[in-house]
């Protein structure tokens, strides 16, 4: 019982072992990115899409391939015998080996089907390349919000360690005599708020990691660490360069599936035109008799072409071609729309990176000041000039302009991730 026990906990917890093992502890954005198009289900099955459109292109391609089948019978009459005035003639048995071999020679649709079927690949490979844009899109937000919310977090760190040693400080002034019991209290209710606010952010890397994680494809609490930090992102010219740089429609992902789907559209509509026109194919029979009658006088070789041609279907050909016209036109429409919107997403999002990167250096300053600022008011406090109210005051206003330029930062990095994923750019 204990061995049993013991296999079957070896068969639950094996699987999830290997797939730790797989997973990286230290990973950078572009490892995570690899990672998630690597392990991702919805991607997976949507890859396998491709090799059924493949399979499909093959069976197209096979129906105009020469179509060979053969057959053996054998026949017996029990022994009769035919009565000619008195003469009995025994009918055989008979037995015959058939070879036969049938070769299309001319179908439009065929051929403009099987053409419509290679589209149909690439129109399925754009869509999984839109899925993979998808999964790096959500990789590149979850990383920097990762890393934004660390950042936070080490800043309230280091600032209630600073205020607990003022308020050690303010509590043996009191002591001594030099400051009042409301000074102590005001630190120790700023220090209690700092501890809350603290606790809060840790709660919120968790749930951040964790979603990263679940991006990943990993289970939850898998130990990883981002080995990229946010100056990796910050020190380049990246914003300025997309900002600056002019949007070619045609190298946008949404607009190239479209463009594809018209194209798909467009053979569709031929192929419906092609039911109108004949199918010619061609034939071979070979009979070879291994128990054959008296008289025999089938031929062992036959050979034959047929042409189909298509009369009338009730209008049904019609309505198909019409069909295929108003869905080629529908596509049209929807391929002009989406122009028009990715030229106005195009001037948006640019006017959002612009916004990001305006209000970016303006926070950055201001964490200069209220860095100074509180620095000042700290040395100020320690020589009595100022209140603990206007210390808190400072400090609360010091950390308000430390989650201002957070959110910059956090505005800006994704502004850049929404023109990249426009433009088509983002790695992965």
């Known amino acids: 019982m204990k061995k049993g026990m013991t296999l079957f906990l070896l068969m639950l917890f094996v699987p999830w072992m290997l797939r730790a093992q797989d997973a990286p502890q230290t990973i950078s954005l572009q490892q995570a990115i690899e990672f998630a198009i690597k392990h991702n289900k919805e991607l997976q099955s949507s890859q396998m899409n491709i090799d059924l459109y493949r399979q499909k292109v093959r069976e197209s391609v096979s129906q105009g391939l020469p179509q060979i089948n053969g057959t053996v019978d054998y026949n017996t009459n029990f022994g009769y015998k035919m009565d000619f005035g008195g003469n009995a003639i025994k009918m055989k048995d008979q037995s015959n080996l058939k070879l036969n071999l049938q070769q299309l020679l001319f179908s439009g649709q065929w051929i403009l089907g099987l053409q419509t079927s290679k589209i149909a690949v690439h129109l399925t490979e754009q869509e999984v390349g839109i899925t993979e844009l998808d999964i790096t899109e959500n990789i590149y937000n979850s990383y920097y919000t990762v890393l934004v919310t660390e950042r936070m977090l080490e800043i309230l760190r280091q600032n209630l360690e600073n205020m607990n040693k003022i308020y050690e400080h303010t509590n043996n002034m009191y002591k001594a005599g030099t400051v009042e019991i409301t000074d102590v209290d005001q630190i120790r209710i700023n220090v209690g708020q700092l501890k809350n606010s603290m606790l809060s952010m840790e709660r919120t890397v968790a749930v951040n990691y964790n979603l990263l994680r679940l991006q990943l494809g990993l289970e939850a609490g898998t130990p990883i660490t981002l080995s ?38 467009k053979k569709m509509l031929g192929l419906e035109k092609w039911s109108y026109a004949p199918t010619i194919s061609g034939s071979y029979s070979f009979n070879y008799k291994i128990l054959k009658p008296e008289l025999d006088m089938s031929p062992k070789h036959t050979a034959g072409i047929t042409m189909s041609i298509p009369i009338f279907s009730g209008l049904q050909r019609d309505s198909k071609v019409k069909q ?4 080629l036109e529908q596509t049209y429409l929807q391929k002009s729309l989406l122009e028009d919107q990715l030229n106005v997403q195009d001037e948006q999002l640019k006017f959002n990176l612009k916004n990001a990167m305006e209000n970016y250096d303006l926070q950055k300053e201001n964490i200069d000041v209220a860095t100074r600022v509180l620095a000042n008011y700290q040395r100020k406090y320690e020589l009595g000039a100022v209140s603990s109210l206007d210390l808190t005051q400072a400090n609360n206003n010091y950390l308000q302009a430390e989650t201002n330029y957070t959110d910059a930062i956090l505005t800006l990095l994704q502004a850049q991730v929404s023109l990249e994923r426009l433009y088509n750019q983002l790695s992965r």
């Not at 930090?229 to 949007?247: A, C, I, T």
């Not at 295929?324 to 869905?327: E, G, N, P």
């Open 324 to 327: 295929a016209k108003i869905t």
């Open 228 to 265: 990229d930090g946010l100056d990796f992102f910050l020190k380049n010219d990246k914003s300025v360069r997309l900002s600056l740089e002019k949007f070619d429609i045609n190298n946008n992902a949404e607009f190239q599936l479209v463009t594809t789907q018209t194209e798909l559209n």
